[in-house]
């Protein structure tokens, strides 16, 4: 069922929608995509209005820069309310129920051949059936319903306890944040099964990669969300906290600690699609994935989300960026140039989310640069949620060439910093590189259980100030080249 609404005027006034939101909180029911014209169709006015919206309830499912459409999930009420504010577009009906949509009078269902929890569990045992040499399979953690989250590390060094796996630089790929986006586990397990088939048969690329780098992947860290996208509602965007028997949801992506609501980011409010929970890392998922980075410490990290074809970098709030913005702001604009829109003409759009699209407070990408000092990325993949299965070769063939140059990358111009006693045995140490400042609440780098620490680190003169808790201090200058580098401080 199509509509038309062509409305008079772009003024905006305060929606005041929440209250219809919360309202229909975690009840299945006929909802809309609601296409809005943008009015200029500039990337201002793009990113003004959809802030806009944010900031007032509405579910943004995705924005497409290049046609100056933002779509919002939302009900009768909410399309009325936004035909009553002077916006114009098209609605397209969805019915919801049992994990199938009505669009134009045509009945899709969700393609079976998109992963589910159970199938992305099997999925990973098989890889590591498979390549017993190069994987192992970790459950990081228990969602609210009980099932596993699962993890699978892919390295010629997979054991995460010995000091091997510790000797190296770890790189980290997550997918479904967000229960719907399906087509983002896809992605994350074409990362390790890719790798894994090419470095099995002999030398090369990819052999060279797992012999100097650990790669772990969680493919699909929202279970609880996704089961339900199968069940009973396909545009589940939250987990499954509830009231009773009653779900509300808590978007994962606004529940890390890092600038949790700090920034209007976020909701506060149970009822709407970026619900932040009642605490920093409150929510059993967003503790599995801080568990697992706290354990490899990664150096880089990519997490996959749809949709709107960008690739987004820290910091999530207004106005900030990190100590290292031209680093990774010219990465993120390398990766997003070698990615070209579903639609032809033209690529990915690269920026922080608050330069693009809005505020986001309580993100996984911000918390891991604040945490780790490691280049964090979040891609928006797509034109849709749930785009036909026909566009699943095309997607992770697409992605391979971002996420081999961001793996060339911290390869190249990796710093490895081994930190020893005179006996030569590993000291824990907190770490400051003093060119990198710390300014919007990070913390310092440390090394880990083997004593390293590695850094991605464009070429220039640095000072490495080290520490250890029982008071031995170090500074230590060092000289990056265009290539990898490997120092050791002894105290």
């Known amino acids: 069922m199509n509509k038309k609404y062509t409305f008079l005027g772009s003024t905006l006034i305060a929606l005041g929608f929440a209250a219809v939101m919360a309202a229909n909180a975690g009840a299945p029911q006929t909802r809309y995509r609601f296409y809005i014209d943008v009015p200029n169709k500039s990337a201002q006015n793009l990113r003004s209005m959809s802030g806009y919206l944010n900031r007032n309830g509405f579910d943004i499912a995705g924005v497409d820069i290049k046609a100056g459409k933002i779509e919002v999930i939302t009900s009768e009420e909410g399309v009325t309310y936004l035909k009553s504010k002077g916006m114009s577009g098209t609605a397209l009906k969805v019915m919801v129920a049992g994990g199938k949509q009505k669009i134009a009078g045509i009945t899709e269902g969700l393609d079976q051949r998109y992963y589910n929890p159970d199938k992305i569990q099997a999925k990973l045992k098989d890889l590591n059936t498979k390549f017993p040499k190069l994987t192992s399979m970790l459950e990081i953690g228990k969602s609210l319903q009980g099932r596993s989250i ?9 054991d995460v306890n010995d000091a ?8 980290m790929f997550d997918a479904m944040h967000h229960a719907r986006e399906v087509m983002t586990p896809e992605v994350v397990v074409d990362i390790a099964e890719s790798m894994l088939n090419t470095a099995t048969k002999g030398p090369g690329r990819a052999r060279t990669v797992l012999e100097g780098m650990n790669i772990v992947i969680v493919p699909m860290l929202n279970v609880d969300g996704n089961a339900i ?12 906290h509830a009231d009773g028997n009653r779900p509300y949801g808590v978007d994962i992506n606004r529940n890390y600690p890092y600038k949790f ?6 909701s506060g409010q149970k009822g709407a699609q970026d619900f932040r929970g009642a605490a920093g890392a409150s929510e059993p998922e967003t503790k599995a994935l801080m568990a697992i980075a706290e354990k490899v410490r990664p150096v880089g990290s990519i997490s996959y989300h749809s949709y709107s074809e960008l690739v987004l970098y820290p910091y999530g709030c207004d106005g900030d960026y990190t100590g290292e913005h031209a680093m990774i702001d010219k990465l993120g604009k390398d990766m997003a ?11 990915y759009t690269p920026g922080t989310p608050w330069d693009i699209l809005y505020a986001v407070d309580g993100d996984s990408m911000s918390w891991i640069y604040a945490a780790f000092g490691a280049p964090s990325f979040v891609f928006e993949i797509n034109q849709d949620f749930q785009p036909p299965y026909s566009l699943r070769d095309p ?8 996420w081999h140059h961001f793996l060339d990358q911290l390869a190249q111009h990796m710093l490895t910093v081994q930190v020893r006693d005179t006996a030569g045995k590993p000291v824990q140490a907190a770490l400051n590189i003093v060119q990198i400042p710390h300014v919007k609440g990070e913390r310092d780098f440390g090394t880990n259980m083997a004593g390293n620490f590695f850094k991605m680190l464009m070429p220039g003169n640095y000072s490495i100030e080290t520490k250890t808790k029982d008071g031995r201090k170090s500074v230590t200058p060092v ?6 580098q490997t120092v050791t401080i002894t105290l």
């Open 395 to 402: 997607t992770v063939m697409k992605q391979r060439a971002a």
């Open 150 to 158: 699962w993890a699978l590390v892919v390295s010629t060094t997979p």
């Open 229 to 240: 996208v199968w069940s009973s509602d396909n545009m589940w965007r939250k987990n499954a």
């Open 337 to 347: 140039a070698k990615l070209p829109s579903d639609r032809a003409g033209s690529n």
């Open 164 to 171: 091997k796996f510790h000797s190296k630089p770890t790189a």
């Open 479 to 484: 000289s990056m080249g265009d290539g990898p």
């Open 261 to 266: 609501s700090a920034c209007n980011g976020s």
